[in-house]
């Protein structure tokens, strides 16, 4: 899935998917830190570790079972999405956007290309996790049929699951 290094989406071609390099790091970061600081040291106190999660993402960038890729609008990188994918499943680590693009419809086509991929590919489920303080990812994640089915106490996380199986809304299809 998403082997290709960059990709059009066919429901939306002024948005297109480039796989992350080393060189994209800083840009990944600094959008990562913008958007999810406080969430992230609200939901864990001082227990969040940025310097590890920055180097998990560059590992995942550099490996072959995580994918990173960079969202970008026309010719501007607005966010990125990193993934695995699963025997029947997709696990979605996280989707990020810049905030001053948020609410005009990217995420939302980058979760529907998603979702076509996966079900190409007869996946059953895209799976992640989301802290339980971020309503508005919540809320997103609600509207594109997303349920909760588990929470992990350690992480303050809700993990959310939709099953691809059950989809038979047409904004789903490309």
Do not use: C
């Not at 969202?71 to 990020?96: M, R």
């Not at 948020?102 to 079900?119: D, M, P, S, Y």
């Not at 059950?166 to 490309?174: H, K, L, Q, T």
Request: glycine fraction near 4%.
């Amino acid at each position: 899935m998403l082997d290709n290094p960059s990709v059009a989406l066919s429901i939306d071609p002024l948005i297109s998917l480039r796989k992350a390099e080393k060189s994209d790091l800083k840009f990944i970061n600094e959008v990562q830190y913008a958007e999810m600081n406080d969430i992230l040291m609200s939901a864990w106190g001082s227990q969040f570790n940025w310097k590890s999660w920055f180097e998990d993402v560059e590992e995942a960038s550099s490996g072959n079972i995580h994918k990173v890729y960079l969202i970008y609008f026309k010719e501007i990188a607005v966010g990125y999405i990193w993934l695995n994918e699963e025997l029947n499943s997709i696990w979605l680590t996280a989707i990020v956007i810049n905030s001053k693009w948020q609410r005009k419809g990217i995420g939302t086509k980058v979760i529907h290309f998603l979702i076509n991929e996966a079900k190409s590919e007869n996946k059953k489920y895209i799976e992640l996790g989301v802290q339980r303080n971020n309503l508005k990812a919540k809320e997103f994640y609600s509207k594109l049929g997303f349920n909760e089915f588990d929470y992990i106490q350690t992480a303050n996380t809700d993990l959310l699951r939709l099953n691809l199986s059950n989809r038979v809304d047409p904004a789903y299809i490309v």
